[in-house]
């Protein structure tokens, strides 16, 4: 499957953004799909994921209580509304799938280009 983020943008702090995540094909039930982000000079850091079945979300300490993570079945699509952004959330923000519930980036497959998101102080 074929993945593709969108929805960033520059906001200031204290603003929201929600990307959106589009596959080209179906999303099967047993996959996870997971947020991911990347500053500048840092490793790729876990966002949030969103278990396909179940709808269950699970998100990282640094966003938990701003952002949320939601799908669309019918539209094989994954959104991350994000709130009271600050700008070390400044990244890239990409969107992937595993077919195992994990945080780390190694166990994700069919990356999709990422969406820049800056945010002003």
């Known amino acids: 499957v074929q993945l593709q983020a969108s929805g960033g943008g520059l906001v200031q702090a204290g603003g929201s953004l929600r990307l959106s995540c589009a596959a080209s094909?179906?999303?099967?039930?047993?996959?996870?799909m997971g947020w991911f982000r990347q500053a500048p000079g840092k490793e790729r850091e876990f966002v949030g994921l969103?278990?396909?079945?179940?709808?269950?979300?699970t998100y990282a300490d640094s966003v938990k209580g701003r952002v949320t993570i939601s799908k669309d079945s019918a539209k094989n699509t994954v959104y991350l509304q994000m709130n009271s952004l600050k700008p070390e959330d400044t990244a890239v923000y990409s969107c992937?799938?595993?077919?195992?519930?994990?945080?780390?980036?190694?166990?994700?497959?069919?990356w999709g280009q990422g969406t820049q998101v800056t945010v002003s102080s």
């Open positions: 992937a799938a595993a077919s195992e519930y994990s945080f780390s980036p190694s166990s994700y497959r069919s």
């Open positions: 969103i278990r396909w079945n179940t709808g269950r979300t």
């Open positions: 094909s179906r999303i099967y039930s047993s996959h996870v």
